[in-house]
């Protein structure tokens, strides 16, 4: 059987830290039509500022889904109810005299920036909210873009001022929706190990054929890159496959037939399938 695992698909997390460190900040998404669209998008119309340095735990995504069952008089379970749903974001800023992360964390008007200076202020005012953006690196070309259009800091972690580490800020922050939307994950595939693309796979798994009728049909593939070259093994008898994957001839050769087929790209990489063909 052949191996249909795809390394295209194997993704990491980690940041981007040409584009703008990978975290960036900015003014609430107020409608769809500010979400972007590609891992490339440019976030200029919401404003979006570098966050900085984050620890190397990353980024935790949680997303929270409360639900109940309703029962019968026997307790057999008939119904189940949604009665919650959120989604959270967990990071640890590490610049702690980041004035826009400092802004997210103690308030906006609690946070004056004189330049050199800045004066931070905690009280019980109520936090602002932010659309937020991570940006991450996946592997051998992939991307990926993470975007809540609205979030706003719910809880932050004990704040330690000693000479071993560094002062930071980790930070929850809840993902309110925006036309329903609450994070949007924009994943551009990359490629394989190798830097070209996964060799081309069958999309054609199986024909039937009419037995004494002229058979005249195409194989098709997807992925790699054409040109592709066919060839096959087991066909039934009187059929042939030409190396553009044409499929050509007259067969009474009844039955239910496991055709081996190999279909390799313009780069030399190839897939090997089994097909079936049914002649009746």
Known sequence: MADLRNRKNVIVGAPDVEASGGITIGKVADNKSQFPETVDAKLDALEHGPAGYVSEDGVVKTVDRSTDKIKDWNGDTILITQSDHSVTLQVTFMEGA????????AGESNVQDNGDTLRVVDNADELPHRSIAF???GGNGSKILVFAPDAQVTEVGEVNYVRSDVIKYQATLECFGVDNVKLISLIKRGTDAKGTTDAPMVTTTSLNVTSGAEVN???AADGGAAPYMWNATGLPAGLTLATDGK???TTTDAGAHT???VVGDSTGKSRNQDITITVA
């Not at 980041?98 to 964390?105: A, C, P, Q, S």
Request: zero cysteines; hydrophobic letters at 45%.
């Open 98 to 105: 980041n004035g826009e992360v400092l802004k997210m964390i």
């Open 135 to 137: 940006t991450i690196k």
């Open 217 to 219: 049909e195409t194989l």
């Open 247 to 249: 499929l050509t001839g």
């Open 259 to 261: 055709v081996h087929v």
